[in-house]
């Protein structure tokens, strides 16, 4: 485990007073908070249910679960992606004309975990009254909700679009954690689609690199529950103790 430079100075400073034997008896007390791995918990996706559609986030219900938020452009393949990730064909509907998602669509799985289905964006033919009002419908949900994570789906023939970036951006000035996820990666061969993943990372900052998934070939489905379930269920001293592998954004740090 690495220590951040906030838990670096945040020891440093108590080290007179502790002294180095107490120094270490913290160091090994938050190692054993986070090493409380969220993997230990077993979550029957299949078991996912729809619970309701929200039009506007005031009302928002209050379900104390922790909250998973799908984000992406109309024609990304989000409701194919989320079907995928439940195990569940059909649960999600989808359809052949984008922007057909209009409302914040509420999903629980196994009793543990709330997953949110944002409106598409950046639906060209929508008039902009209506793309005005999913943006705002968005930010409204992230301003006022205690999100654990935000995917945010990408299809990988065509990378972030501008709207794709100015999500990133908002995200970031919020300090949401994000994870970038490359949808419909079956469409690419294995060379070309390291290629665009690379492009891809290199176009967000050059931090993180996206998720390959195929909801037609379950590529990546596995890895994306594992990353949701870890997020969902991380301890808050997590932050202070983080791994060198870490596949997650948190937007302060971009």
Partial sequence: MLLTRCSHKWIQSRCEEWGYLG????????????????????????????????ADPK???????????????SNVGKSSLMNALFGRK?????????????????????DQ?????????GYARAPKKEQKRWI???EGYMANTDLKLVLLLLDIRHGPKDSDMQL???????GLRWVPVATKADKLSGNARGKRLKEMCEAMGGVLTPVPTSSLKGMGIDKLRALVQEEAFKSPYADLMISSDSAVQKSTDY
């Fill in 23 to 54: 120094r270490n008896l913290c160091l090994l007390q938050l190692q054993a908070i986070v090493s409380l791995s969220p993997m230990s918990r077993t979550i029957h996706w299949p078991s996912t249910t729809f619970v309701q559609s929200v």
């Fill in 59 to 73: 009302l928002f219900p209050d379900i104390d679960l922790p909250q998973i938020a799908v984000a992406g452009h």
């Fill in 90 to 110: 059909g649960l999600v509907k989808t359809s052949k004309n984008p922007g057909c998602t209009r409302l914040l669509n509420l999903f629980d799985v196994d």
């Fill in 113 to 121: 975990i709330l997953v949110v289905d944002l409106p598409g964006y």
């Fill in 136 to 138: 705002t419908m968005i």
């Fill in 168 to 174: 990133i951006e908002y995200l970031n000035e919020a």
